[in-house]
C-alpha cells in the first residue's frame, strides 16, 4: 500500500453531535498551505517558567517556537526539564509564568472540559508504551477511533492501514505480551497516528529498546514527519539524536543552553548538562 496515500487519506471525526461546535473551535481555521507561508508556529513558549509546588523551577524563561513540519529533538540530562515542556504542550501541566501556544492559541484559554478535544491534534508516545495488556495490537488501535465513536465499518477499514504502515500487519491479533518491545512501541505509534494529529510527543519512546529496536521507531518517526506531522522527540540518546540531524534543542536545568538546526548531541553521560555542536 501506498504509505503516503494511506496517511493523507482524510478521516473525517465522528463525535457527538452536540458536542461538534467544541471540536471545530480547536480546528485550525486556516489551510496547510497557508500555515506555511505564514509560518504560525505550531508551537511556541513565550517566557515560560514551570515550578512544582515542592522544588527548584523544572523550566525557567523558556522561548521556543517550533513550525509545522519540524523534527525537533530535545535532549538534557536527567531532570533537564523534557518531560515537563512535553506535559506543557499536551496541557497535562500548566505553566507557572508565561504562555504556551498551539498554532497562535493561548493553551491556558481552554476550559477543561474542552481538552480533550485540544488533545487530538497531538499523538503521544511513551517509554513504556502504555498499551492496553488485555488488548490485541488491531483491538488497541481500534480503540483510540472507538472511543470517538468511530462507526465499525471504518475502525475495519483504518485500522489494517495504519497497521501496515508501522509494518505489523502479520501480529494484529497478537497481544503486547506476545510483541517485542519494539514490536509494541510500532503499535503505540500507530495508535498515535490513527487520529490523524498535526503534532506527535514522543518522550524517550526507545528508552526500554535495544538498538536496532530503538533506529526501526526513529525511521518511523522520520516517515512519518516526512508526510507532514510536526515531531518532538525527548531523548537521551546520543546515537539517535545523531542519526536524526535535524534540529536539537538542549535544555540544562530547566533553561534552553542550545538550540541548532542539523545538531549533534556530544554528551552521553546523563548526568551532565547537554550541549549541541
Ligand atoms: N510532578 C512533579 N512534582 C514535583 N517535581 C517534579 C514533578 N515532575 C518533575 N519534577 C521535577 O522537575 C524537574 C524536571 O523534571 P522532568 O521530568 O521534566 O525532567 P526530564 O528532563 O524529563 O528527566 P528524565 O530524562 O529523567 O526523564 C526535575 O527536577 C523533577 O524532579
Ligand atoms: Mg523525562
Known sequence: ???????????????????????????????????????????????????YSNGDPALEN??????????VSLVGA??????????????????????????????????????PYYRRNIGTVFQDFKLLPQKTAFENIAYAL?????????????VP?????????????????????????????????????????????????DPVSAEGIIDLLLEINQLGTTVILATHNQALVNKVGRRVVALDRGRIVSDVMEGQYVFTDRRRPAKTV
Not at 34 to 46: C, G, M, N, T
Not at 62 to 71: C, D, H, K, M, R
Not at 87 to 115: Q, W
Open 78 to 115: 536527567s531532570g533537564a526539564g523534557k518531560s515537563t515542556l512535553l506535559k506543557l504542550i499536551y496541557s497535562e501541566e500548566v505553566p507557572t509564568t508565561g504562555t504556551v501556544l498551539f498554532n497562535g492559541r493561548d493553551l491556558a484559554a481552554i476550559k477543561r472540559k474542552h481538552l
Open 1 to 51: 500500500m501506498d504509505i503516503a496515500k494511506a496517511t493523507k487519506k482524510k478521516v473525517v471525526p465522528t463525535i457527538d453531535p452536540m458536542r461538534e461546535e467544541d471540536v471545530t473551535d480547536f480546528e485550525v481555521s486556516y489551510s496547510e498551505e497557508l500555515q506555511e507561508e505564514s509560518a504560525v508556529p505550531i508551537i511556541r513558549f513565550d517566557s515560560v517558567s514551570k515550578a
Open 62 to 71: 523558556i522561548n521556543l517556537s517550533i513550525l509545522p513540519g519540524e523534527f
Open 146 to 158: 472507538e472511543v470517538y465513536g468511530k462507526p465499525t465499518e471504518e475502525i475495519l477499514d483504518e
Open 161 to 209: 492501514q495504519i497497521l501496515e504502515i508501522v509494518e505489523l500487519e502479520n501480529k494484529a491479533n497478537n497481544l503486547p505480551k506476545q510483541l517485542s518491545g519494539g514490536e509494541q512501541q510500532h503499535v503505540a505509534i500507530a495508535r498515535a497516528l490513527i487520529l490523524q494529529p498535526k503534532m506527535i510527543i514522543a518522550d524517550e519512546p526507545t528508552g526500554n529498546l
